[in-house]
Nanobody, 116 residues
Framework: QVQVVESGGGLEQAGGSLRLSCAAS????????MGWYRQGPGKQRELVAG???????NYADSVKGRFTISRDNAKNTVYLQMNSLKPEDTAVYYC??????????WGQGTQVTVSS
């Protein structure tokens, strides 16, 4: 069993910064991908940023240049540094890990609210 737990959400003003963390715990892993997704009010869940074990990253166009994803493989932890926040970044942010054998596991989500 794998547990995926996010932290770091909250309320921030436009232009501010937040840092999200996600830690995977439980039995041993062979994680090859960790990513952040978000779902805004009335919207579908979308990929925000992802990172492979080798360090390759990809970002949604809407966050390029503002958000940075990083990971600590030894700790099975992934981070999302969010700068220059905009009201449209308001959403529930979810962490997803992908393991070679067990597939996807999701966290419960953390709310990010950006006020104008």
């Amino acid at each position: 069993q794998v547990q995926v737990v996010e932290s770091g959400g909250g309320l921030e003003q436009a232009g501010g910064s937040l840092r999200l963390s996600c830690a995977a715990s439980g039995n041993s892993f062979r994680i090859n991908f960790m990513g952040w997704y978000r779902q805004g009010p009335g919207k579908q869940r979308e990929l925000v940023a992802g990172i492979t074990t080798g360090g390759s990253t990809n970002y949604a166009d809407s966050v390029k240049g503002r958000f940075t994803i990083s990971r600590d493989n030894a700790k099975n932890t992934v981070y999302l540094q969010m700068n220059s926040l905009k009201p449209e970044d308001t959403a529930v942010y979810y962490c997803k890990i992908h393991e070679l054998i067990r597939g996807d596991s999701w966290g419960q989500g953390t709310q990010v609210t950006v006020s104008s």
